[in-house]
Nanobody, 114 residues
Framework: QVQLVESGGGLVQPGGSLRLSCAASGFIFSINAMDWYRQAPGKQRELVAT???????TYADSVRGRFTISRDNAKNTVYLQMNSLKSEDTAVYYC????????WGQGTQVTVSS
């Protein structure tokens, strides 16, 4: 079955960096667009970044220039490199793919705090 497993979250100081990973299985990873979403406490889940099967990328205005989404089709993994982190980046980050229906990972917590 389809599985998305995130890792790499944690506690980081403002200005720091983290790299999230999402290991995918159960579908043909290379032909699917992949997304990262995040949800902060009391807020709606929001789209952070998307990478198409061809490697084209789009970003939310709030993270453009600081975050980079990438993929390794040989490893069935999508990444989110997060630099210059701010307190407002604190959220649970989710990997997403639309495989007939929306598929979500379990999420990984990112906390930006001094």
């Amino acid at each position: 079955q389809v599985q998305l497993v995130e890792s790499g979250g944690g506690l980081v100081q403002p200005g720091g960096s983290l790299r999230l990973s999402c290991a995918a299985s159960g579908f043909i990873f290379s032909i699917n667009a992949m997304d990262w979403y995040r949800q902060a406490p009391g807020k709606q889940r929001e789209l952070v970044a998307t990478i198409t099967s061809y490697g084209s990328t789009t970003y939310a205005d709030s993270v453009r220039g600081r975050f980079t989404i990438s993929r390794d089709n040989a490893k069935n993994t999508v990444y989110l490199q997060m630099n210059s982190l701010k307190s407002e980046d604190t959220a649970v980050y989710y990997c997403h793919a639309k495989i007939s229906v929306d598929r979500w990972g379990q999420g990984t917590q990112v906390t930006v705090s001094s």
